[in-house]
């Protein structure tokens, strides 16, 4: 029996909420609203099962698609579906019509695609949408419409540059991205979309990159993994480390985004709980400005767990001597004992903030940046005029890492009701 009137729905979509709703009609038929500043009208879902499989088609969004025409327009795909199967999705229709195209004319976005569909079946859903995504994020913007043909190994050049930036190079992601592109174009020659690979030229240039930057890079190259099922392996063995103290400060460097040195010459004076800051001075900074982080509530916790073991030291992470702070190596060996030497240090997680939060999307570079405590301005003159923090939009920045975090170290654990 179906669930909803029209009155009903023209209130609750009114009502906007800090996470999006779902409205159930019955029949697979759902009504989903919008969190409270996302964009976009609420929009008809249907759920069907076909195969075994639960899966969802758009019908429109409301007001545009009123509650009758969308049961209507349910009751027909569900029908169709039956009979013949799903249709094809405006997007599928598109990559079906160009991938039949005269060939010479498939673009590079719709061969990504079908490599997609065609090799990807194996993956874990997480690892899946982390391929696709990474594609589309860095590999479309300058390669998508192009067609296969046209593509030369200086345009696939420019976006492995465009990655390795000095400012806030992602050698990791550069170096998966750039195996993507290289089996995208192995499958299209094998579909006779092209007649020859561009990337297979640049395997020792992008070598020959990602070693100059660490040879310039003036603090070296900090191993990070930064795949998120990566970073949620790390984070459970810190989770499940026994040495309690050595755990909160990596969880402390992790929430913050600090450098380890600033979390282990930090004092008690430095934290303020009650508006939750750290006021790092710039004597502690390697700017040698002064520098404030947000306290995310994740943050706030590994702060009241170190206050615990300082015990009556002005120190937040102080060592056996209680009047000199916790030793470098000690957080370094801790690492190496979980199983992740050569593969992360705890300078690389720093790597983790910079790369997801420019993945996300929602945050400019600059507030980034200001994050990091990273130069934002890129000359002496935009750094005349350019002297904002950004601390505004760097307490919401915060705020998602440290869930970010938590979903990632929880991700696989049933929780209990």
């Known amino acids: 029996m179906p669930q909803l ?40 879902i249907l759920r069907y099962t076909k195969d075994g499989r639960t899966n969802m088609r758009g019908l429109g969004s409301f007001p545009c698609v009123s509650l009758l025409q969308a049961r209507q327009a349910a009751l027909q795909l569900k029908a169709q579906i039956q009979n013949s ?6 997007r599928q229709q598109r990559a079906l019509e160009q991938a039949t195209a005269p060939v010479g004319t498939v673009t590079f976005a719709v ?13 874990t859903p997480k690892h899946r949408a982390q391929v696709i995504s990474s594609l589309r994020q860095h590999a479309f913007p300058t390669l998508g419409k192009k067609p296969l043909a046209s593509i030369k190994p200086g345009d696939i050049e420019a976006v492995l540059r465009e990655m390795l930036a000095p400012a806030n190079p992602m050698i990791e992601t550069a170096s998966r991205v750039f195996q993507r592109i290289h089996a995208v174009f192995e499958y299209a020659g094998r579909q006779e979309w092209c007649d020859n690979n561009p990337a297979s030229v640049l395997r020792g240039e992008l070598t020959r990159m990602k070693k100059q ?14 795949e998120n099922d990566e970073i949620s392996r790390v984070l459970k063995a810190i989770a499940a480390y026994r040495a309690q103290q050595t755990r909160a400060a990596l969880e402390g460097i992790i929430y ?16 303020d709980f009650e508006n939750a800051r750290w006021t790092i001075p710039a004597s502690h900074m390697k700017a040698r ?28 992470v102080p060592g ?14 801790s690492l190496r004992r979980m199983g992740f030497e050569g593969q992360q240090t705890v300078h690389g997680f720093r790597a983790w903030l910079s790369t997801k939060a420019r993945e996300h ?26 002297r904002s923090t950004f601390l505004e939009q760097r307490v919401a920045l915060m705020n998602w890492w440290g869930t970010w975090i938590d979903e990632q170290r929880d991700s696989g654990l049933t929780k209990l009701s």
């Open 256 to 271: 913050t985004g600090c450098r380890s040195g600033e979390l282990r010459q930090a004092t008690w004076a430095e934290i």
């Open 85 to 90: 199967g799903p249709p094809p999705t405006a």
């Open 111 to 123: 061969a990504a695609q079908r490599w997609f569909d065609a090799t990807s079946g194996h993956l």
């Open 361 to 386: 999307g929602q945050f400019p570079r600059d507030v980034v940046e200001a994050a990091l405590a990273h130069e934002v301005a890129k000359d002496a003159t935009e750094a005349a005029y350019l």
């Open 213 to 226: 930057l660490r040879r310039h890079n003036p603090e070296g190259h900090h191993a990070a993994m930064l």
């Open 5 to 44: 009137s029209a009155l009903k729905i023209k209130q609750e979509a009114a009502i906007r909420t800090g996470k999006p709703r779902t409205l159930n009609d019955g029949n697979g038929l759902n009504l989903v609203i919008p969190a409270a500043g996302a964009a976009g009208n609420p929009r008809w």
């Open 320 to 333: 056996n001597r209680r009047r000199t702070p916790i030793s470098d190596m000690t957080l370094s060996m």
């Open 289 to 316: 400005k002064e520098h404030v982080i947000p306290l995310s509530p994740q943050a706030i916790a590994r702060f009241q767990a170190l206050k615990i073991f300082a015990g009556r030291s002005e120190l937040v």
